[in-house]
């Protein structure tokens, strides 16, 4: 399974970005797919994920504001971003949970948001 995340930017504060994950590959295989992101000097933290079936989880600090939505038929993930906040500037990390296989992870996606 082979990740390719696409969609980050710069936005002033308040604004909204809409981050894609397009899965390539045995992705009959992928039972969740999700994104991360780390800031420089932290480490890396879950933000959202979402499985086949649609159930999701956020982290305590994105919920409300961040959305994440998948499309199976596309193989692909969205995360929708909305009320950014300059906290939210870090790299985001496609990832895709693969049966027999274990973690996958795309390239980063750079959001950066200035206040």
């Known amino acids: 399974v082979q990740l390719q995340a696409s969609g980050g930017g710069l936005v002033q504060a308040g604004g909204s970005l809409r981050l894609s994950c397009a899965a390539s590959?045995?992705?009959?295989?992928?039972?969740?797919m999700g994104w991360y992101r780390q800031a420089p000097g932290k480490q890396r933290e879950l933000v959202a994920t979402?499985?086949?079936?649609?159930?999701?989880n956020y982290a305590d600090s994105v919920k409300g504001r961040f959305t994440i939505s998948r499309d199976n038929a596309k193989n692909t993930a969205y995360l929708q971003m909305n009320s950014l906040k300059p906290e939210d500037t870090a790299v985001y990390y496609c990832?895709?949970?693969?049966?027999?296989?274990?973690?996958?992870w795309g390239q980063g996606t750079q959001v950066t948001v200035s206040s």
């Open positions: 590959g045995s992705t009959f295989r992928i039972n969740s």
């Open positions: 979402i499985t086949t079936g649609g159930s999701t």
């Open positions: 990832n895709a949970n693969v049966v027999w296989v274990g973690p996958r």
